[in-house]
């Protein structure tokens, strides 16, 4: 695998891909400027070492050139945090372009226009991609984002760098953590899956059997497993058409000898409201017209041991409806365990769309050892499938 720490950027441009896919107010300021910060550490190595960068970047999903992504909205915001002067192309192919690529000095930053005012960088077209390798020496790839896709710039222009590609220090945090999970950490290993639904998580928990000792399923996904054990659920959310898949993940699981974990209490609601009346309930006796949308006191306390007996762990999906207060409290519990754990030596990795909002809204961010900043990407990891930009600078 190789990293950043395999090249002397002196005097060499490096071609970076970047995810400054960030979000803009109605006055287009980044009003979340986390993968920004996220990609620094790889710009500062090729700034010290007497390089120069040329940054590429989507932004949001135009529809041609639409002046709303363009990327210069966000000039200022990688000037505050690099504290380097930006250069900004007007487009991210071309002479000009390729102009300004070829005159830059050491220490300063190029940033290109928004990739996706071409058709051809999501359709991998490899002519552009040709373009685009014009514009550096060496090819780094620092977007786990959008490593999932198999773009110009994410994949495709890999081809035109055999010798000179490798990862950026983000990506290789991202691959690292994820390994650690999967071949490399320490045992026990434990995931925590939670969401609303088993049709998402599916092909994830048939993977992760393989590579975990304890699984934690909660959240909404809790009662297509206990409805397919004869459960009573009341009105909690169920995939009727997915019991026989957890039947069969039970089993599959007792074969792996992998100890499944499911909530043996719920905080029941006599409405999907934050101001619903609640009870504490038995999760296989839930009457008609209550649901269940958060994990129980005795389900917690049970996670809670769980995860401390556990040397790595990965963090998907929250254990209950943590949008609204009422029903925090569990996924809350759930981040002040593992936060234990990793304080007491565990590494943990939380990763995917819901569960990262909830480690930021409820401050865990610094508590675990690793946050993914790929939704999709991160997903496609756990399902075991090789993604095509990691893929690419491996070849
Ligand atoms: P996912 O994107 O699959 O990780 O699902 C996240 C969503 O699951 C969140 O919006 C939660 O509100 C929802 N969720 C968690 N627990 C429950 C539950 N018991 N009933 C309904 N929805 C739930």
Request: contains cysteine; proline residues 3%.
């Amino acid at each position: 695998m190789k990293t950043l720490q395999d090249f002397n950027f002196e005097n060499k441009r490096a071609l970076i891909r970047v995810d400054f896919n960030v979000p803009l107010n109605e006055a287009f300021e980044v009003t979340d400027s986390t993968r920004i910060q996220s990609a620094k550490p790889t710009i500062i190595k090729v700034l010290e070492d007497g390089g120069s960068c040329v940054l590429m970047s989507h932004l949001g999903r135009p529809k041609g050139v639409q002046e709303e992504f363009s990327l210069k909205h966000i000039e200022n915001a990688i000037e505050d945090i690099i504290g380097v002067e930006v250069k900004v192309a007007s487009d991210c192919v071309g002479e000009d372009v390729e102009a300004l690529a070829n005159n830059l000095k050491p220490g300063e930053i190029l940033l290109l226009e928004n990739l996706r005012f071409h058709k051809e960088e999501t359709a991998g077209d490899k002519d552009f991609a040709e373009k685009l390798s014009r514009l550096g020496d060496i090819y780094v790839n620092d977007a786990f984002g959008t490593a999932h896709r198999a773009h110009a710039s994410t994949t495709v222009v890999a081809e035109f760098f055999p010798e000179n590609k490798c990862f950026g220090s983000l990506l290789a945090q991202e691959i690292e953590s994820i390994d650690k999970v999967m071949k490399t950490g320490d045992k026990p290993v434990l995931a925590v899956l939670g969401g609303a639904k088993v049709s998402s998580k599916i092909t994830i928990i048939e993977n992760i059997l393989d590579k975990v000792d304890h699984l934690i399923i909660g959240g909404g996904m809790t009662f297509t497993f206990i409805k397919a054990q004869g459960g009573s659920i009341g009105d909690s959310i169920c995939e009727d058409d997915k019991m026989e898949l957890a039947l069969d993940i039970l089993k599959q699981a007792k074969e792996k000898n992998v100890k499944i974990h499911l909530p043996v209490d719920v905080l029941a609601a006599n409405a999907f409201s934050n101001d619903a009346d609640t009870q504490i309930m038995d999760v296989t006796a839930i009457p008609d017209g209550w649901q269940g949308l958060d994990a129980g006191p005795k389900s917690k306390a049970i996670f809670d041991e769980v995860v401390n007996q556990c040397k790595t762990i990965l963090w998907n999906g929250p254990l209950g409806v943590f949008e609204m207060e009422s029903f925090a409290n569990g996924t809350i519990e759930l981040g002040n365990s593992i936060a234990e754990a990793t304080k007491n030596g565990a590494f943990s990795l939380v990763g995917g769309g819901d569960s990262v909002a909830a480690v930021k809204q409820f401050g865990f961010e610094n508590k675990v050892s690793y946050v993914s900043t790929g939704g999709g990407a991160m997903l496609e990891s756990l399902e075991g499938k090789t993604l095509p930009g990691i893929a690419a600078i491996m070849a």
